[in-house]
């Protein structure tokens, strides 16, 4: 531990924690002997660090949060596993996030620029992106994978082993049980895609063209004419200049026998979002 960094009296480090000289620790925190906090990072008060967690520059953490838990995962056997957060994150009060498992990938990692919200959850042996948002209530389940600019909405729960591309957007109050191609937006119970997440992508400075080039992409690889897997290779060769469309056929071909892959809503294979300037 560095004298320089800011403790509050009533908190307390354990011997072994490595804390930088510009953190700030705020009141009645408690950080274990394997954490890492470093440069610029503030802990507001209330905060509890666990296990071997390492929280990244520039971070902010509010009261009431628990980071580096034990997974909730009955085949753990209490082997050392970690936690570790990326730069410049905003995580809220009462957020939870748990190490790995000893049987498992054995980490948790998270992503720069993330923020979380009240009370949302990132269970064991997850991967996080960058840019990501979970809002109130937002929980992963163990061994998640969560792409870039990904967002989901408050009171969402996503299924252990899912994974979710880059720029998708899950609605608030829906259940994942199935993996989420990138662009896209899922919303339900038992979520279906209702199209792409086009808002998202134009705030991500992508062209109309390519947006346009993207929505054929996604009507051909959704034909109902044919199986998924026969379209994604029309796909494939058809739309081989488009990058983005690109992500989405690799994304659903490397998904392993145990991902489903959450389809569109029944009649809805279109994308009904508005795509005019």
């Excluded at 929505?215 to 060769?237: C, G, H, K, L």
Aim: hydrophobic residues 40%; neutral net charge.
């Amino acid at each position: 531990m560095q004298s320089q960094a800011f403790i509050h009296p009533s908190s307390v480090v354990e011997e072994g924690a490595n804390i930088a000289a510009s953190a700030h620790i705020g009141p009645f925190c408690h950080i274990g002997k394997d954490a890492v906090i470093e440069e610029g990072v503030r802990l507001v008060g209330h905060v509890t660090i666990m296990s071997a967690t390492t929280i990244g520059e520039g971070c902010t953490v509010y009261p009431q949060v628990v980071l580096g838990g034990p997974p909730q995962n009955l085949s753990h056997k209490g082997g050392r596993t970690t936690l570790t957060i990326g730069r410049n994150c905003t995580i809220r009060e009462f957020v939870t996030m748990h190490t790995g498992s000893d049987n498992a990938r054995g980490a948790t990692i998270i992503g720069d620029n993330c923020t979380f919200l009240a009370y949302s959850h990132v269970a064991h042996d997850c991967t996080v992106g960058n840019n990501v948002t979970l809002t109130n209530g937002a929980t992963l389940g163990g061994h998640c994978e969560i792409g870039d600019n990904v967002g989901i909405g408050g009171l969402s729960a996503v299924h252990q082993f899912v994974r979710v591309g880059h720029n998708a957007f899950l609605a608030g109050g829906s259940m994942i049980v199935g993996d989420v191609i990138p662009y896209a937006i899922a919303m339900g119970n038992r979520a279906k895609l209702r199209g792409l997440n086009v808002v998202g992508l134009r705030r991500s400075g992508m062209s109309k063209a390519e947006i346009m080039t993207l929505r054929r992409a996604y009507q051909t690889i959704f034909d109902r004419a044919r199986p998924v897997s026969e379209n994604v290779e029309i796909a494939r060769v058809e739309f081989a200049d488009s990058p983005a469309a690109m992500k989405i056929v690799d994304f659903i071909s490397a998904r392993g026998k145990r991902h489903y892959a959450v389809p569109p809503l029944k009649g809805a294979v279109d994308d009904d979002a508005d795509d005019q300037d």
